[in-house]
């Protein structure tokens, strides 16, 4: 039998990547051991990171301004379309820190040194948080519905097969991690390695890869694989471990679209 201290390390190891950055980011870090807010301004402290706005403002600039370089050298773009694609931009940006200004309405009288104020804020100020590191022109921005309409069919193409090409290669990047990490608890064969990476790697590519569920991925895919496919590679130990993570992950598989 695997140790239960075995399975859970490996139910652990998604969480331990990126555990330590969240918990300082998380409005529980700012109790007692951690540090005492001198600065009470909700929107400062969980959204500016220690930035003033103006940089902050500056961040998400370029991050825009990145994306539009990227895409018009991916899809040659002419003048035209370079300033439709700014204009939403703009409008995109101008929303998000109207909503920005809204939050901080929202939270301004709320005490960051009571732990249920504290929960309060954070619940208003993380959605801004996931979309100022994902990039705030997501699937329902004012950009994405532009990009549709500004670009001919040979243009989407070619943005098409650099975005499938940019999640296949995160997404075996992960796996190579997950499989990484697996091995460092029950240890596999050089021939099992590669033989599971490639199992995996013949998946198909999710369509999207939710950036706070990335680290969780190669466990989902692993989740999908046939029983009898991991029989044929792995132990009967090793199986165990596998399944117990199966069970434990098997939620996520939705995540794979």
Not at 183 to 191: A, E, F, G
Request: with cysteine; glycine share 4%; charged share 25%.
């Amino acid at each position: 039998m695997i140790a239960r201290s075995t399975i859970y390390a490996a139910s652990c190891l998604p969480q331990i990547r990126v555990g330590l950055f969240l918990l300082l980011l998380s409005p529980n870090a700012c109790q007692g051991q951690f540090f005492q807010p001198a600065n009470q301004d909700v929107i400062h402290l969980y959204l500016f990171r220690g930035q003033s706005e103006s940089q902050f403002r500056a961040k998400i600039d370029n991050q825009a301004r990145i994306r539009v370089e990227r895409i018009s050298g991916i899809c040659q773009l002419n003048e035209k379309q370079i300033k439709k694609l700014n204009w939403a931009v703009q409008g995109d940006v101008a929303r998000f820190f109207r909503e920005v200004s809204n939050a901080r309405e929202q939270t301004k009288n709320l005490n960051v040194q009571v732990q249920e104020e504290m929960q309060q804020a954070w619940q208003i100020v993380s959605p801004l948080y996931q979309r100022a590191q994902t990039g705030v022109l997501d699937d329902e921005s004012l950009f994405a519905k532009i990009l549709a309409s500004a670009l001919d069919e040979e243009q989407a193409l070619r943005l098409d097969q650099y975005e499938a090409e940019q999640r296949q290669r995160v997404f075996h990047a992960v796996i190579d991690a997950t499989i990484s990490d697996i091995d460092r608890l029950m240890p596999l064969t050089s021939k099992q390695r590669t033989a599971l990476i490639k199992l995996l790697h013949e998946q198909p590519v999710p369509k999207k890869l939710p950036m706070q569920m990335e680290s969780y991925l190669g466990y989902a895919a692993i989740c999908r694989l046939e029983s009898k496919e991991l029989k044929t590679i792995l132990d009967a130990k090793q199986l165990e471990l596998v399944n117990n993570l199966r069970a434990q992950y098997e939620g996520i598989v939705p995540q794979l679209r």
